[in-house]
């Protein structure tokens, strides 16, 4: 049986990736292994394709016009940081407590923008990964 490009393409973006990426942004894996885990799925369905099937992981992608998982998550995180700063959506409230801005009088200086993240020093291993720091 022969699948090819643009079918599995849409098989896979309409069906399978929702899940995977709702997972990203509520799992949120920090593990090496659970990413690659995660990404072993994407792995497996551009292997399905006959023509694509030799070809590096990173070409498959290319071909297919896919972004990996990982680079999902991190534009996931970027966007939904800054609908969070910026009050957009359902994220109406005061971010100052859990995302403080730098200040210039602390020896901070940005580059033609008022919105560098304060960056915090964390205890816990859990903090670190759950952030992101």
């Not at 799992?27 to 590096?56: C, Y």
């Not at 896919?66 to 005061?94: F, M, N, W």
């Amino acid at each position: 049986m022969y699948i090819d490009m643009p079918l599995m393409k849409q098989l896979y973006t309409t069906v399978v990736r929702p899940h995977l990426e709702y997972d990203n942004v509520v799992w949120h894996p920090f593990l090496k292994k659970d990413t690659e885990l995660l990404e072993s799925v994407q792995h497996r369905v551009t292997r399905m394709i006959p023509a694509l099937r030799n070809l590096p992981y990173e070409d498959r992608l290319w071909k297919m016009d896919l972004p990996s998982l990982a680079y999902q998550r991190l534009r996931g995180d970027a966007i939904e940081t800054y609908k969070y700063l910026h009050g957009i959506g359902l994220y109406d409230v005061d971010s100052s407590a859990l995302l403080p801005l730098a200040d210039e009088s602390e020896g901070v200086t940005t580059r033609g923008h008022s919105l560098k993240l304060l960056k915090r020093d964390c205890k816990k291993s859990i903090r670190a990964n759950v952030l992101g720091f």
